[in-house]
């Protein structure tokens, strides 16, 4: 948990500074390490960028309901939404909405371009019901560990 918790706080963190803050040799933080990542426990290692910065400021949440929930429109719609890079997170949901969406975007114009030039054409939509965020209350990348 310890090795988690400080990549978690620093992906940039070398297996030297990584091992000292666990109390671990280095030979052995690293393989924990590589044992981690080959478990799937770690996925990968990323920047994290502010959004507003590089242009995609704005957060817009979607709940989806889809005209049917056959196991094959919600892979076809799945497959598709994945191909959509402002879409960042899609998750399939219990009541009454099929998916919960979160896309982002420049601005209100952007939303509106996207919205009816590539979220309406989705295989399977029945209703897209929309709303912009006005900021983060609160935002982590971190995971309770």
Do not use: W
């Amino acid at each position: 948990v310890a090795i988690l918790q400080t990549l978690q706080s620093n992906g940039r963190a070398t297996n030297l500074e990584i091992s000292r803050r666990v109390n671990m040799s280095e030979s052995a933080c690293m393989r924990r390490m590589r044992a981690l990542e080959a478990q799937g426990v770690i996925t990968g290692y990323v920047g994290v960028l502010d959004a507003e910065r590089v242009g995609c400021g704005l957060n817009v949440f979607l709940t989806i309901t889809l005209t049917t929930q056959a196991q094959a429109s919600l892979l076809a719609f799945e497959s598709a939404a994945a191909e959509v890079r402002e879409i960042m997170e899609c998750y399939l949901m219990t009541g009454s909405a099929d998916y919960l969406v979160r896309v982002v975007v420049r601005d209100v114009k952007a939303f509106e371009k996207l919205h009816a030039e590539v979220l309406t054409r989705l295989p399977g939509i029945l209703r897209i019901t929309s709303s912009i965020a006005l900021r983060a209350a609160v935002r982590r990348s971190a995971l309770p560990l």
